[in-house]
């Protein structure tokens, strides 16, 4: 059975006459996702089959917690490991590293939620009927 709550129409206060529309069209909004949407309408969304993955040609830099790479003298680069503490650093553990990077930021490709289009909904939808009517045609033959 197809799971219709992203066809409900929610009431926008981003939008301009901060009218009802299907939490469908919030994929499409300039501001997805928003403060809005909680987690439950944005698991709705991201499960739903009316939408899909897509990549962005977008990179964000996001803040990560502070992390140290080893660079060695043959040129590898190898994860600092947990116990390195760069405040007093073990310089046994330092013997072959030439120097140590530190980074709290990362560049991610964003991935965004679109929405399939018309034709595609459609299909789907006449897919689950048809998976729905097939058990109530096997009911009526016996």
Do not use: W
Not at 9 to 15: F, H, I
Not at 58 to 77: A, C, E, H, T
């Amino acid at each position: 059975m197809l799971d219709t709550r992203v066809m409900e129409p929610k009431r926008c206060p981003e939008r301009r006459c901060g009218g009802f529309y299907p939490l469908l069209s919030c994929v499409g909004c300039k501001k997805f996702p928003c403060r809005h949407l909680d987690r439950a309408e944005m698991a709705i969304i991201e499960q739903s089959p009316f939408t899909r993955a897509a990549d962005s040609s977008k990179l964000v830099l996001r803040k990560v917690p502070m992390q140290y790479i080893f660079q060695k003298y043959d040129g590898s680069f190898e994860d600092a490991p947990e116990s390195f503490n760069p405040d007093k650093p073990d310089f046994a553990m330092l013997q072959d590293v030439e120097r140590v990077i530190p980074f709290n930021k990362v560049l991610e490709k964003q991935m965004r939620l679109v929405a399939v289009n018309a034709d595609e909904r459609k299909a789907i939808m006449a897919k689950d009927q048809a998976q729905e009517e097939a058990p109530r045609k096997s009911r009526k033959r016996k």
